[in-house]
């Protein structure tokens, strides 16, 4: 028997990996002789470089950078040797949980820190990147990390723009000959699940400003500052993408990748099923385990156990789901594809102890143990 587990962490309790391993443990103790691999699992958000360094034998790094009030903050990527890659989070450098509710204001905010650490990557030899882009705290257009590249942004009077979503209304010259050369050898994947446009009543500002401490004043002036923005890059570029859905992801950073940087916007589970080649372990698999803290109906959206549900439902794999909680809409994950679903609770707790490392790992591995107990006695039945 051969089983392939990629689950999602249980976000507080269990990453990936140790999710993976307990469930693995519960699969031996029944079945000595299965074949169980564990592939890391995440959607490109927070998470995501845990994950992939965890289990794909990376290293994670850490450095000050540049935060989204221009203050010191450290942030950590991970770098995957053998294929030089870095795994970037950008909320580790300009996420929203790094400004003080009291001083959110997109205005001011800036994500130079993200270019930080590209750069620093890019000296350390990596020439591919996975980001994630999730819970930013700014609506610059990528303006700051782009500065931090080398690019530059001159006003009207040809000077020097500085930082923050302000700034995008001064913008009249883009200027790319300082930017870094190694820039030309790399790639970038962009983990985006969102598609709203650069600007207009669906774009960066009009939807994720006001989260993010914009005023409606505000939000009119981030809006036409994006407009701005993308008329110069078709001015001085030639690049008309302001349209292109997911551009307006974190605050219009997913338009400065796509148009400066030649990134690829996928949705993260896409990304991370790629990068940890998942496929080519499903395709003689017998069972496939996934999961995550919770399944509800949004997971049935196509959170991470989904994108993992689908690839399996491809080669014809039964796909088994375990999570800490299980909702009353989560039979629509059934409806997606998955064979069966379980939570791992065996008796009411409170959520503090249900959440601790070494009961959640007890718990899936016990409950993983009597599924295929069953699936044990299933087959021993059909062979008679």
Not at 67 to 78: D, Q
Not at 186 to 205: E, R, Y
Not at 215 to 227: F, K, Q, S, Y
Not at 308 to 326: C, E, F, Q
């Amino acid at each position: 028997m051969k089983v392939v587990i990629a689950i999602d962490s249980l976000k507080g309790s269990l990453s990936s990996v140790e999710a993976g391993n307990a469930i693995k443990e519960g699969i031996l103790r029944v079945n000595k002789e299965a074949s169980v691999t564990i592939i890391p699992l995440a959607d490109g958000g927070e998470g995501t470089v845990e994950a992939l360094v965890e289990g794909m034998n990376g290293e994670m790094q850490t450095l000050t950078v540049t935060g989204p009030l221009s203050e010191n903050v450290e942030a950590h990527y991970g770098i995957l040797p053998n294929s030089q890659t870095a795994i970037i989070e950008m909320a580790q450098a300009a996420g929203l949980p790094l400004v003080p509710s009291e001083l959110r204001n997109p205005l001011n905010t800036t994500t130079y820190g993200v270019g930080e650490i590209i750069k620093e990557a890019i000296q350390k030899g990596c020439r591919h990147f996975v980001v994630g882009i999730g819970g930013s705290a700014t609506n610059d257009a990528g303006v700051g990390m782009l500065q931090a590249l080398g690019f530059e942004f001159l006003d009207a009077s040809g000077q020097l723009v500085g930082r923050g979503g302000r700034v995008l209304n001064e913008i009249a010259q883009v200027k790319t000959d300082g930017k870094l050369k190694e820039l030309d050898e790399c790639t970038f994947k962009i983990a985006c699940d969102v598609t709203n446009p650069l600007f207009g009543l669906n774009g960066a500002a009009h939807i994720y400003g006001p989260q993010k401490g914009a005023t409606p004043e505000i939000v009119a002036e981030l809006d036409r500052g994006l407009v701005n923005f993308s008329e110069v890059v078709k001015k001085d570029l030639n690049l008309d993408l302001a349209h292109v859905p997911g551009v307006g992801a974190a605050g219009g950073l997913g338009y400065a990748f796509k148009a400066f940087l030649n990134g690829e916007l996928e949705s993260g589970i896409d990304i991370i099923i790629k990068e940890t080649n998942l496929e080519s372990h499903l395709t003689d698999a017998d069972f496939v385990i996934t999961g995550e803290g919770r399944l509800d109906q949004q997971t049935a959206m196509g959170k991470a156990p989904i994108g993992v549900t689908k690839l399996a439902n491809k080669h014809g794999i039964k796909v088994i789901a375990l999570a800490g909680s299980l909702s009353d809409d989560a039979h629509h994950c059934n409806d997606a594809g998955m064979s069966a679903f379980f939570s791992i609770q065996k008796s009411p707790i409170p959520l503090t102890e249900a959440m601790k490392p070494e009961v959640a790992a007890k718990n899936m591995t016990d409950t993983t143990s009597q599924i295929f107990k069953l699936i044990s006695a299933l087959d021993q039945k059909r062979s008679v």
